[in-house]
């Protein structure tokens, strides 16, 4: 298999244009050109660490405060799943478990997976590792759903008289984690991908 870096060429990553190697900018659009981001990986495990970091106090804390008449509560993300699978909510339960707990952390090993296995080809090929990386890619766009529903709800209930539902600072702490493994997944380098095994 010949790639394009083996025919001495390179792509644009802005635009998609084709050029000879050594050649310093786009002609089409002006970016930069290089064959391969040779930080790329150091940049994916330092917001992998931090999106890592973020999501701890994202489970630990509360993700609602909830105040009514009587009394004020407070939810973490796994408590109101469990409180909804109590009222009977149980579709609603395990949205909320499967976007707040599985993807998150399924995001997690599969993005330290690829950046591990790209030195080490007998663990996984390298298509195999392409269809990782688009997966990877195809689950950030809905990593941000626990963080919307809270604040559908904080803007729903705040004008009601009976109670009023506020953000807890698990909320900032799970979009903080979203937003890290986000830019992890768009640090990485897929063309990397293609190199031989060193």
């Known amino acids: 298999m010949v790639t394009a870096r083996d025919a001495g060429l390179v792509g644009c990553t802005r635009c998609g244009r084709v050029h000879h190697m050594g050649t310093p900018a786009c002609n089409r659009c002006g970016a930069p050109l290089s064959s391969r981001d040779d930080t790329s990986l150091q940049r994916v495990w330092a917001w992998w660490w931090a999106g890592l970091i973020a999501y701890i106090p994202a489970n630990l804390y509360p993700m609602l405060l909830t105040s009514t008449l009587v009394s004020n509560t407070e939810s973490t993300i796994v408590g109101g799943a ?25 995001k997690f090993m ?19 590792q392409h269809q990782l990386f688009s997966v990877v890619e195809f689950i950030g766009r809905w990593s941000m759903i626990d963080v919307f529903v809270v604040a559908i709800l904080a803007s729903l209930v705040r004008f009601s008289v009976v109670a009023t539902i506020n953000p807890g600072i698990a909320a900032v702490s ?9 830019q992890a997944a768009l640090s990485f380098d897929p063309r990397i991908i293609w190199d031989d095994e060193k």
């Open 174 to 182: 799970f979009a903080l984690s979203v937003a890290f493994t986000m």
């Open 82 to 106: 469990v409180e909804l699978f109590l009222h009977g909510d149980v579709g609603v339960a395990l949205i909320v478990l499967i976007a707040s707990v599985v993807i998150p952390i399924a």
């Open 110 to 128: 599969a993005i330290a997976f690829l950046a591990v296995s790209i030195n080490k080809r007998h663990i996984m090929g390298e298509h195999a």
